[in-house]
């Protein structure tokens, strides 16, 4: 009798194991997977510029600024040296994040289109002290505006497609309200990434609107395939 009972705890005791032993492996594999996603693949990648003030993605450009004057009091002081890859890296990143249009480019689309010159200055100034390294980084290497190019050949200015029609945001509103351009119609022109000489530029002769500005844009001069929709 009492052999009977000890048999009935032990294969309780089993039917409780057993499903333990069957979760055992999935339960280690998912922790693992969640391990692997939180710890190491974020290391895996290199920290962003806001990572680098160490303050949050997507900081405002106030907190920005706030993080930067903490991190160049501590070197004005002589409390902290940095080095000066060190140094590039915070001065890079307190720069393009503090200019509103590659700081928005940055956090919407991921474009950092002044990385080559992050990479040009740490292997320049490696080793150096970072007080010899010349300020501002990003506005000593910019590129040629398409501005210069056409000085001394017509009034350039730079304007964003919006929710209005593009002719408008070039246009001078008369005292009535409606709008005139004095010089007559404007005209679009654009530089394809990568090049700097006026013979590259390529000029808008269609429609102003957005639509119209948007497709000559992403067809001619990013070259992207247009894609018809059927609504």
Not at 57 to 70: F, L, M, N
Not at 74 to 102: H, R
Not at 111 to 124: A, C, G, M, N, P
Not at 137 to 158: D, Q, R
């Amino acid at each position: 009798m009492a052999t009977g009972r000890g048999e009935g705890r032990v294969a309780a005791s089993s039917s409780i194991l057993s499903p333990i032993k069957a979760y055992a492996v999935p339960l280690f594999l998912f922790a693992l997977a969640i391990f692997y996603q939180l710890v190491v693949l974020p290391r895996s990648f290199p920290p962003s510029h806001y990572d680098v003030l160490g303050i949050e993605r997507h900081s405002s450009i106030e907190e920005v600024k706030d993080a930067y004057e903490k991190l160049s009091s501590k070197w004005n002081s002589g409390i902290e040296v940095p080095s000066a890859v060190d140094f590039i890296e915070i001065q890079y990143a307190y720069e393009l994040l503090t200019n509103s249009l590659w700081k928005r480019d940055y956090n919407i689309f991921g474009i950092d289109e002044q990385l080559h010159v992050l990479d040009k200055f740490k292997e320049q100034y490696a080793g150096e002290s970072f007080s010899h390294i010349g300020l501002p980084l990003l506005e000593a290497t910019s590129s040629v505006h398409s501005a210069s190019l056409l000085e001394g050949v017509a009034n350039a200015g730079m304007v964003e497609l919006g929710d209005v029609q593009l002719a408008a945001s070039l246009a001078e509103r008369m005292p009535t309200g409606h709008f005139f351009f004095r010089n007559g119609l404007p005209s679009l022109v654009a530089f394809p990434p990568g090049f700097k000489i006026s013979d590259c530029l390529i000029k808008y002769d269609g429609d102003l609107s957005i639509d119209a500005v948007t497709d000559w844009f992403a067809t001619v001069v990013l070259g992207f395939p247009r894609i018809l929709c059927h609504s």
